[in-house]
């Protein structure tokens, strides 16, 4: 029953509790109201009231940082670099001192602009301000490390304008603090020492290459470079080197980090998109492994070819095992194929011409015929020969992991003609359903299950 | 006479009925027909990139084909004719319907149209799609769906190739039904169901 105002007299002004009792019930209706849109409710509310944090971080955070925010989201296990591990309350990108947190202004733009370089976009035309500054709240609660701390902001003279002498003096700097052991000596990798790192969260990571800064994290202004040396990278072997140059070494050294930028390809014209193009074939020739890597991670292999649980995240240590099922009416069960090097269950065994054959062919080792679909080999068969025998030199790099893949199993010849007879003569839309869990058995081997005691 | 007249009635409809099964049984050719039935016209479907007058872009654009035929975009957004997946409409889409936890989606047009297309997207949309599956609407789609944690892998010169192709597309009027991220399939044990057994979109021309 909703109280109707009596309209003859004026009406009661409201007591105080009565006040505090409305405030709490519209509050508990909000709350029971964002509680039912939940997780599934991924849209802003054009004109609708701001999301809270909690709300707005399900719909469009969780997926790559995780329900938890540990950077552990389904997504993750396919990204690089890793989504950010918010419950250490450690970040790459600030305007405070090492070991200090960032300020809300620093995460605010990285939500606001994303990070270059990276699967995280820009937030600032998606999604309204207020919800952006709950979900900087939000992001906030998972680490204790911003209870009770405040930012230690550094402290930033005016901008040292480049030219050629502040480039050249950069130059000096580059060299005395060794930057070129992990960027080069010509800020891509050239003559690095080591260009591949492990982050303080175990995850791979790799030197920036200062050509590129249009892939730079947190911007590439004199002032965003500058101030990546001022504080140092945290989790990263980038630190601050703050108490090895001074800040007008560090303008410097800025200035001639954004020397060394190269054109991007839709800026060149096209002689110089074809000598692009012809370095980075032949970059990849010299370093299949690498370019086989980068075609498996970014065609979608590991996708199918690993077993995924009822909330969509990878089994522990299964990216590439395969072992998902995949039920294709009327044809039957097709279960992913081991793409890791195990020599009994995985791709170990087989001859890289047995590998082209069901890329390019959908022919198993024992001659078993795929369907064109969901295994795109159709498609995989336009692939150049030199990628795939990148991608092959690159398998053969994936640690083994014991995992035996049943073969396709077909229907009962009954059932299968009665599927066929559905879907070609009633027209039935039969579909492809994507199975949880894995359908492989990890082989257990003689030393690691020895029989225990004897007869 | 009628005895035999039987028989031979009896015998026909027998035979008729092995060819129906094994009509059934062996269409579509999948398992009878050579590989090559299914893979040779993927290298020829994209339409080439000869045209483009201006040869920076006409290079450009020849990686992004090479990208986009590669990286199975055309395994989701077919569009199917009469006889399966239309190769010639390259890229329509509506060929896939997926039910997920995420809601329904159908496969997008990729064409260049400017009303059902992706003429209306920008590029910084279609290229925030491609690296971080948020589109214009903040909607996020399921990396399982629509793999945009893989093609967040590319560089960014190359989702540029791939964006300056996708723009060259000859326009195919097809239009989609937009996704619905109420209806949620939830089922213990199942990721995704896909369905393409017909065409999605409408109006097609």
Same mark, same amino acid.
């Given at each position: 029953m909703i109280p109707r105002p009596v309209s003859r007299d004026p009406a009661p002004q409201p007591s105080v509790p009565s006040v505090l009792l409305l405030a709490t019930l519209i509050t508990g209706v909000l709350a029971l109201a964002g509680r039912q849109m939940g997780a599934q409710d991924y849209a802003a509310h054009p004109g609708g009231a701001p999301r809270d944090g909690a709300t707005v971080y399900a719909a469009h955070c969780a997926e790559c940082h995780g329900a938890s925010g540990k950077g552990d989201g389904p997504a993750s296990f396919l990204l690089s670099p890793h989504p950010r591990d918010f419950s250490i309350g450690s970040y790459k990108i600030r305007t405070t001192e090492t070991g200090s947190v960032p300020t809300d202004e620093d995460l605010l733009r990285s939500i606001r602009r994303g990070l270059h370089g990276t699967a995280m976009p820009g937030w600032e035309s998606l999604l309204p301000d207020t919800e952006i500054r709950n979900v900087v709240e939000h992001v906030k609660s998972y680490s204790p490390s911003f209870a009770g701390t405040r930012p230690q902001i550094v402290t930033v003279g005016a901008d040292v304008v480049s030219s050629p002498a502040s480039v050249a003096r950069g130059f000096a700097v580059y060299e005395r603090l060794q930057c070129g052991a992990c960027h080069g000596a010509d800020g891509r990798g050239s003559g690095a020492v080591a260009t591949e790192f492990e982050d303080d969260w175990g995850q791979p990571m790799r030197a920036a290459d200062l050509t590129e800064p249009w892939t730079f994290r947190g911007g590439a202004t004199a002032r965003d470079v500058f101030m990546r040396? $001022?504080? *140092?990278?945290? *989790?990263?072997?980038?630190? #601050?080197?703050?108490? #090895?140059?001074? &800040?007008?070494?560090?303008? &410097?050294?800025?200035n001639y980090v954004l020397s060394l930028a190269r054109k991007p390809v839709w800026a060149m014209n096209a002689d110089e998109v074809a000598a692009h193009y012809a370095r980075e074939e032949a970059e990849a020739n010299a370093h299949?492994?690498? $370019?086989?890597r980068h075609l498996v991670d970014s065609m979608g292999c590991a996708l199918c070819h690993s077993p995924l649980d009822d909330s969509r995240r990878v089994l522990p240590g299964m990216?590439?095992?395969? !072992?998902? =099922?995949?039920?294709?009416?009327?044809? !039957? &069960?097709y279960v992913t194929g081991n793409l890791t090097s195990d020599v009994e269950t995985g791709l170990g065994g087989w001859t890289d011409e047995e590998i082209v054959r069901v890329m390019t062919q959908g022919i198993l080792r024992d001659g078993t =015929?795929?369907?064109?679909?969901?295994? &795109?080999?159709?498609?995989? #068969?336009t692939l150049a020969s030199d990628d795939l025998r990148a991608i092959i030199a690159y398998l053969r790099t994936v640690p083994p992991v014991s995992n035996r893949i049943p073969p396709p199993r077909r229907p009962l010849l009954p059932i299968y003609l009665w599927g066929k007879f559905r879907m070609l003569i009633l027209g039935a839309d039969l579909p492809m359903t994507f199975h949880a869990g894995n359908a492989g058995t990890p082989v257990a081997h003689a030393d690691a299950a020895a029989p225990q005691g004897g007869r | 006479?009628?005895? @035999?007249?039987?028989?031979?009635?009896? +015998?026909?409809? @027998?035979?008729?009925? +092995?060819?129906?099964?094994?009509f059934l049984y062996l269409i579509p050719p999948f398992f009878v027909a050579p590989p090559e039935t299914f893979s040779a016209p993927m290298a020829g479907a994209p339409p080439p990139v000869d045209g483009i007058p201006d040869p920076a872009e006409r290079a450009i654009a020849a990686r992004g084909r090479y990208i986009v035929m590669t990286s199975g975009c055309m395994g989701c957004h077919f569009m199917n004719g009469a006889q399966g997946p239309d190769l010639a409409k390259y890229l329509a889409g509506g060929g896939l319907r997926i039910e997920s936890a995420h809601g329904t989606i159908v496969s997008r047009n990729l064409t260049s149209d400017p009303e059902t297309g992706l003429a209306r997207r920008t590029d910084d949309e279609v290229k925030r799609v491609l690296r971080s599956g948020v589109f214009p609407d903040a909607h996020m789609v399921s990396y399982t769906s629509m793999p945009w944690a893989n093609f967040s892998h590319w560089s960014e010169e190359d989702r540029h190739a791939v964006v300056v192709y996708l723009r060259h597309l000859p326009p195919v009027r097809h239009a989609i039904p937009d996704p619905d991220h109420s209806a949620a399939m939830v089922e213990p044990g199942v990721l995704e169901r896909a369905y393409a057994g017909k065409n999605y979109g409408t109006d097609d021309r």
């Open positions: 040396f $001022r504080t *140092g990278m945290s *989790g990263t072997p980038m630190p #601050s080197f703050k108490d #090895s140059a001074t &800040d007008a070494e560090m303008w &410097d050294l800025a299949p492994i690498e $370019r086989g990216k590439l095992a395969g !072992g998902m =099922r995949i039920r294709v009416e009327p044809f !039957g &069960d =015929r795929l369907l064109p679909y969901p295994m &795109d080999w159709p498609s995989f #068969s | 006479m009628r005895r @035999v007249l039987k028989w031979a009635g009896a +015998i026909l409809l @027998v035979l008729a009925l +092995i060819a129906f099964c094994a």
